[in-house]
């Protein structure tokens, strides 16, 4: 294997480099993409049951937000349930997007990796080609153990950076698909959230119906019957 990496020049460094950055990105989106640490059951019913009770205090909400990626966006919704409906929507799409941003996290690099490995296998074919014919150029045509070398170059590089760029691809997509399928199970679980508080704030009275029928009057309203006195005043005196 250490002659096969020493043969395929110098181009082999930076293709391995290249393919331990994919691996090491791979087997850490794999772990932080756990649904566990996304989209826990026992999360999702804590956000339904502090919606339904409507009694949501911010330990609550902060315990939620911690404890995984939906829980954030859920904590959000939650901490927003007592403005209008589409504000509350608005924060949870915002919420939602930096969620999002969170799950793709490294998956750009990936890509990357999987678009420039067949580059850089491309470019150590170049150099090896060039070597072979360095190589004709003193030793003549006639000896096939000069141009040896830089074929073997040129075909390693290649193989190489292909087959980095395959596993580099492959797993993109996958992981892409994951945090897709993620993004729409969040979606949906937002929107329930949603209906849920809006249901209870319908059901809910009006603060003014609440307690005592009296009304308490307002500056203008006061000011406005001070206006009528003094102008029943006036008249009464007239």
């Known amino acids: 294997m250490l002659e096969i990496i020493i043969a395929g020049g110098v181009m082999m460094i930076p293709i391995i480099l290249a393919s331990i950055i994919a691996l090491a990105i791979i087997f850490e989106r794999f772990w932080a993409l756990g649904r566990s640490k996304v989209m826990p059951a026992a999360d999702i019913e804590m956000a339904r049951k502090l919606a339904e009770t409507g009694q949501v205090s911010s330990n609550a909400i902060d315990n939620l937000s911690a404890s995984?990626?939906?829980?954030?966006?859920?904590?959000?919704?939650?901490?927003?349930?007592?403005?209008?409906?589409?504000?509350?929507?608005?924060?949870?799409?915002?919420?939602?997007?930096?969620?999002?941003?969170?799950?793709?996290?490294?998956?750009?690099?990936?890509?990357?990796?999987?678009?420039?490995a067949p580059l850089m296998g491309l470019l150590g074919t170049v150099f090896g080609m060039i070597s072979s014919f360095s190589?004709?150029?003193?030793?003549?045509?006639?000896?096939?153990?000069?141009?040896?070398?830089?074929?073997?170059?040129?075909?390693?590089?290649?193989?190489?950076?292909?087959?980095?760029?395959?596993?580099?691809?492959?797993?993109?997509?996958?992981?892409?698909?994951?945090?897709?399928?993620?993004?729409?199970?969040?979606?949906?679980e937002a929107v329930k959230l949603i209906e849920i508080v809006n249901q209870n704030n319908q059901r809910?009275?009006?603060?003014?119906s609440v307690g005592s029928h009296s009304h308490t009057p307002t500056p203008n309203e006061r000011a406005?019957?001070?206006?009528?006195?003094?102008r029943q005043r006036m008249g009464s005196g007239g």
Not at 84 to 111: D, F, I, Q, S, T
Not at 204 to 208: F, L
Not at 224 to 230: L, N, Q, R, Y
């Open 135 to 188: 190589q004709i150029s003193k030793a003549g045509a006639g000896d096939p153990a000069a141009v040896a070398g830089g074929i073997s170059e040129a075909l390693i590089t290649t193989a190489a950076g292909l087959v980095v760029a395959l596993i580099a691809v492959i797993f993109h997509r996958l992981l892409k698909a994951k945090v897709d399928n993620y993004v729409f199970g969040m979606e949906q």
């Open 224 to 230: 406005a019957a001070a206006i009528a006195a003094a």
């Open 68 to 116: 995984s990626v939906v829980g954030s966006v859920l904590a959000t919704g939650l901490a927003s349930s007592n403005l209008p409906r589409h504000v509350m929507k608005e924060n949870v799409e915002e919420a939602g997007r930096h969620a999002v941003h969170r799950l793709e996290r490294y998956l750009p690099a990936l890509a990357t990796i999987g678009s420039i």
């Open 204 to 208: 809910r009275p009006p603060a003014a």
